[in-house]
Nanobody
Framework: VQLQASGGGLVQAGDSLRLSCAAS????????MGWFRQAPGKEREFVAG????????YNTDSVKGRFSISRDNAKNTAYLQMNRLKPEDTAVYFC????????????????????WGQGTLVTVSS
């Protein structure tokens, strides 16, 4: 499975961005797509995730009400819509895919993900 993340850029505080993550290859069996981010000097953290089959979503508290995740199964693509961006949202954003049912209890655990995209940089200026 290959994941291609795109959509990052430089924006001002309060602006919006939409990230995309296109999956290709043998995607059958991947059950969950997650977005993580890593700011300079910080650990990678879970941002949001979505179940491919039923669209159930998970979000970390710091982005609730601002970020939303969606997917287009026909295109094997997941999206992260980011609104009201803040300088503290500045980070490299990674998409990752998970096989199996680990997402139900451990969707925040980066070590459990099987496939990772290359990351896309989001910079939010104040």
């Amino acid at each position: 499975v290959q994941l291609q993340a795109s959509g990052g850029g430089l924006v001002q505080a309060g602006d919006s961005l939409r990230l995309s993550c296109a999956a290709s290859g043998r995607t059958f069996g991947t059950s969950f797509m997650g977005w993580f981010r890593q700011a300079p000097g910080k650990e990678r953290e879970f941002v949001a995730g979505i179940v491919w089959t039923d669209g159930t979503t998970y979000n970390t508290d710091s982005v609730k009400g601002r970020f939303s995740i969606s997917r287009d199964n026909a295109k094997n693509t997941a999206y992260l819509q980011m609104n009201r961006l803040k300088p503290e949202d500045t980070a490299v954003y990674f998409c990752a895919a998970l096989r199996g049912a680990w997402y139900r209890t451990r969707h925040y655990d980066a070590d459990l993900y099987d496939y990772w995209g290359q990351g896309t940089l989001v910079t939010v200026s104040s």
